[in-house]
């Protein structure tokens, strides 16, 4: 299938051909017919994109701020190659989508879909899209799909409004007249509102009068704090929603100077944020930012886990916002014609964005069209259509085919390149969304680029895979590759429950061929950096026990963060601390007996301590640490034994007192 994407580093757009998604639990799988190019969101990742380095930095400092406290603890190294590895990876673009629904979760939410429906969706410039089920609505009879195409941008409108909780009668000023403000405009006066328009450019103040509203503009030097007394009378006016997007106050300072008492300022777009008190303090202005599409949004419980919230305790999700745009549009109180400026095919996705990066020309609501063809029940993504062939040549020579599941940064940064050096037959590389598999897969040297995962286990050719998903993956794909005799690579963790532990062992203890055993190995790679290597071997004639002492200066790891769920992470001593359990047995040679884990405060965080005692009498004590400083040392690892102490710090320096000839080793 073909979708739209762009590069981070140096914003070009591509349309490439990608493998279908896959359907997921929860979701629905959607046949694109039109989707809505979002001039602002999408124009600010294209100059995003296109800037330099020193541009990119400035517009973003929060993230410089990342770098530095990475370079810090990880060093300048490692810091450049995860930097340069973030900017490389395409970025799908687009949220305003239209299409049939092939397939998925069809009673979702309560709405009883059938394959076949429009359905609109915060879905991506993409012809086929897996869009979880609670940010999509079905399109109405009398919405043609060009219409219905705007309703993620009116939602964004109409989530301001509800902020802003206006009256019948009362006056509001909507700064920024883009395709959100003039949806605002009309919006605000479907609610009984008199509005007046404020931008720099005439043809959008044309068309705001259009819609009912009065406007200033501010290309003809016409001051729009003057026209807002003039417009609500001199009482000053009740409300003020900024649907602009520029780094400036001035949008919010105006906005104060504009409102009444008590009035409401909110920020629907993107403004500067150097507030005046005085400005607020003597009229006691609220101001409120207004996020997205309404409640639910980023919300992992609602959008991916299909968790509704209760109609009575919220009225207006982001789903019930778009239903309410959509009927909007039905009843003709909202008419979204006279936004659309231009059309172009898929194929011509590139013309378009040079439109809005480099041409004079004039353009608002910019239509991607796709072609579908006759609905077929049959037409859902599958077989082929879920796999393209990438470039690379086929390696018959290498007796070792792999197959690789996932393609996250791990993999990129170093799974990929270690992989890559073994001279291995690359066959297949598996991704859920198909765009990061086939960019690494391209990158690297695979031959083909995947959503569907049986196709590797059920290809003969591939005979060793690579486990590089979410963790609580990991038990399914071993399973499946152990039954189709084939070694296994899997990251850490091996799996999440005693219960898949049990099911594995048993499965290798099936084998009575052992000429023909296949390998498990589970990615616990500390154990070979080569300080550690180096210390194994000061270790090794040690016949005394040992006191090992590890402190893990993890840092915080919002609660929401996929690892922190426990049936999909399985939390992070599992998902994370596992490397150093592994480490501690690798370097005391011995058997772990027991072990204790305190945790820290009410016991529902995650920062640790672990003890634990091996069958040769050695000590061991994990320090796992969410609450420390980003400036200290990420990992430090100490060993006393036999009168003698080895201290390693962040796998960079290793020291050695009371060692004969060993003092230091610095990589």
Avoid at 106 to 124: E, M, P, T
Avoid at 435 to 451: A, M, N, V, W
Avoid at 524 to 529: D, L, M, S, W
């Amino acid at each position: 299938m073909k979708q739209v994407l762009q590069n981070l580093k140096t914003g070009e757009i591509e349309v490439a051909d990608l493998p279908g998604p896959e359907q997921k639990a929860g979701h629905l799988l959607i046949r694109t017919r039109v989707s809505l190019i979002s001039a602002g969101t999408e124009r600010m990742l294209l100059e995003f994109g296109r800037a330099n380095m020193l541009n990119k930095a400035r517009r973003q400092p929060e993230k410089v701020r990342q770098v530095v406290d990475k370079v810090k603890t990880d060093g300048l190294l490692p810091t450049i190659e995860a930097v340069r590895t973030k900017l490389d990876q395409p970025l799908p673009v687009g949220y305003c989508n239209v299409g049939e629904l092939l397939d998925g979760d069809l009673d979702a939410g309560g709405l009883n879909y059938k394959r076949g429906d429009r359905i609109v969706s915060n879905g991506a410039h993409a012809e086929i899209v897996c869009v979880p089920k609670s940010i999509c609505a079905a399109v109405p009879d009398e919405v043609s799909d060009e219409e219905a195409s705007f309703t993620a941008i009116g939602a964004i409108g109409l989530q301001g409004i509800r902020l802003a909780q206006p009256t019948i009668g009362e006056f509001f000023v909507v700064t920024g007249l883009g395709l959100i403000g003039l949806l605002t405009i009309q919006l605000l006066i479907a609610n009984g509102c008199r509005v007046l328009g404020v931008d720099y450019d005439s043809r959008k103040c044309d068309l705001a009068r259009q819609f009912g509203a009065e406007t200033v503009d501010l290309s003809r030097n016409e001051d729009p704090v003057a026209g807002a007394a003039v417009f609500a009378g001199g009482q000053g006016v009740d409300g003020v929603l900024i649907t602009a997007s520029t780094t400036s106050s001035q949008p919010v300072h105006q906005a104060a100077q504009m409102c009444r008492k008590r009035g409401r300022i909110i920020l629907v777009g993107v403004a500067g944020l150097q507030f005046k008190r005085s400005d607020f303090y003597e009229k006691e202005l609220t101001f409120q930012v207004s996020c997205s599409y309404g409640p639910g949004r980023y919300d992992p419980e609602y959008e991916e886990k299909g968790h509704d919230y209760p109609l009575g305790f919220v009225r207006w999700t982001e789903q019930r916002n778009f239903q309410a745009i959509l009927d909007l549009m039905a009843s003709r109180k909202l008419d979204v014609k006279p936004l659309i400026s231009h059309r172009f095919t898929i194929e011509q996705a590139h013309q378009a964005y040079d439109l809005m990066a480099q041409s004079d020309e004039w353009y608002l609501g910019i239509i991607l069209e796709y072609q579908t063809g006759p609905f077929s029940s049959a037409g859902k993504s599958s077989g082929a259509a879920n796999t393209v062939r990438l470039p690379a040549a086929a390696d018959e020579g290498s007796t070792i085919t792999i197959g690789l599941l996932g393609a996250g940064n791990f993999a990129a940064r170093i799974l990929l390149p270690a992989i890559a050096d073994t001279g291995c037959r690359l066959k297949t590389i598996v991704s859920a969304g198909g765009i990061s598999g086939t960019h690494l897969g391209k990158k690297f040297g695979f031959e083909e680029s995947t959503t569907d995962v049986a196709r590797v286990f059920s290809d003969p050719q591939i005979n060793a895979v690579f486990i590089a998903t979410r963790h609580d993956t990991h038990a399914d794909y071993i399973v499946k590759a152990l039954r189709a005799k084939k070694h296994v690579f899997v990251e850490k963790p091996l799996c999440l429950t005693v219960e898949e532990l049990d099911t594995i062992s048993g499965l290798l203890a099936e084998s009575t061929d052992s000429a023909n055993q296949p390998i498990l190995m589970v990615g616990f790679n500390r154990r070979f950096a080569p300080h550690i290597e180096k210390l194994k071997k000061f270790l090794i004639p040690v016949n005394a026990p040992k006191y090992i002492l590890m402190t893990i200066n993890a840092g915080l790891i919002p609660a929401t963060h996929w690892t922190q769920d426990p049936a999909i992470g399985g939390g992070r001593i599992i998902g994370e601390a596992c490397h150093f359990i592994d480490l501690y047995r690798h370097l005391t040679g011995s058997t772990i007996v027991s072990g204790s884990i305190d945790v820290l405060g009410d016991g529902s965080g995650d920062t640790v301590s672990m003890n634990l005692r091996s069958k040769d009498g050695s000590l061991g004590i994990i320090q796992y640490l969410a609450n420390g400083s980003k400036s200290f040392p990420k990992e430090r690892l100490e060993v006393f034994c036999a009168g003698r102490v080895l201290q390693l710090d962040n796998f960079r320096v290793l020291r050695g007192f009371g060692w004969p000839g060993f003092k230091k080793m610095h990589l």
